[in-house]
């Protein structure tokens, strides 16, 4: 009986089927097939549910914008729009993001969060004249605690997700979370 080895000689063996690997997820891997999966979590593997076709909303007004505090050391002001908010059926928390720098220029942006693990996706970018650009291919990324991605792990962990790694119950929730500026996690480190 003959042993076969290396790559290039298993196609010749008789009763080897040859099929690619997978490499095994870790956290903070992501499938972009949008097909169902199993993914890392401190809370255990989860089936993701498929992603829903997503609607750009309307240009955000400045009297429903609900501002929040950042955790990290920047001059930015953060607020999210309250009417864009929503908890979807496929676990995504969707909402309409604007960030003001000092000198006050605007970037607005609608996303969507996952919460376990943080995970976000840039839909579309604000243009000036109140209408959208949509972001070709959107991937999702990990939300880290560093430079920009600080907003979005903000976000997942103190507003947008509750400590079990599900996302909040609704908006109505969400909004209240952040009007009364009660985050999520008690203890407030900013780097």
């Known amino acids: ?39 890392g979590s401190i809370f255990g593997s989860k089936e993701r549910a498929r992603e829903i076709n997503v609607t750009l909303p309307s240009a955000p007004a400045t009297a429903d914008l609900l501002p929040f505090d950042l955790r990290n050391s920047t001059d930015l002001k953060a607020a999210i729009d309250r009417r864009s908010l929503a908890v979807g059926t496929d676990g995504v928390v969707r909402y309409v993001l604007v960030l003001t720098s000092a000198r006050g220029v605007r970037n607005v942006s609608f996303e969507g969060i996952r919460c376990d693990p943080a995970e ?6 604000g243009r000036e004249d109140n209408t959208w650009s949509a972001v070709r291919d959107p991937e999702w ?29 609704d908006a109505a929730a969400i909004v209240r979370r952040i009007k009364n500026s009660v985050p999520a996690r008690n203890t407030r480190t900013y780097n």
């Open 120 to 125: 976000w996706k840039m839909y579309a970018i």
């Open 141 to 169: 990324r990990v939300a880290e605690q560093k430079a920009w991605n600080a907003i979005r792990f903000t976000l997942a962990k103190d507003y947008l997700c509750e400590a079990t790694g599900l996302p909040s119950r």
């Open 1 to 39: 009986m003959a042993i076969c080895l290396g790559v290039a000689w298993l196609s010749g063996c008789a009763g080897v089927d040859v099929k690619p690997v997978d490499p095994p997820r870790s956290r903070g891997q992501v499938d972009t097939s949008g097909e169902n999966m199993s993914n």
